[in-house]
């Protein structure tokens, strides 16, 4: 189950996002949900079509599924989504 705690190793496709900072000013606000992701990239699904969301250097806010938000570094996430899982995560 995903928690607060567990999140950067939980998988992330199906959950609504929203990209707090990023290098490029005109991605952040873009809000939707992840669709697909790649070791760098998130593939965001949002009201205005697909968006691809460098990991490095973005911040996002992933909505789990009991409701509450979470805020997370692209820099921890950015691996493949089967060598995120396998990872050991100390206190982030």
Do not use: Y
């Not at 929203?18 to 809000?31: D, L, M, P, T, W």
């Not at 697909?50 to 599924?65: L, M, N, V, Y």
Request: zero cysteines; charged letters at 35%.
């Amino acid at each position: 189950m995903i928690s607060i705690r567990n999140i950067i190793r939980h998988e992330l496709i199906g959950l609504p996002v929203e990209i707090v900072e990023s290098k490029n000013k005109f991605q952040a606000g873009i809000k939707g949900t992840v669709v697909d992701e790649t070791k760098n990239l998130l593939i965001i699904e949002t009201k205005r079509g697909i968006k691809k969301i460098q990991k490095k250097g973005a911040k996002f806010i992933f909505t789990i599924p009991d409701g509450r938000k979470v805020i997370v570094n692209g820099e921890k996430i950015a691996l493949r989504p089967e060598e995120r899982i396998k990872i050991k995560v100390k206190r982030w």
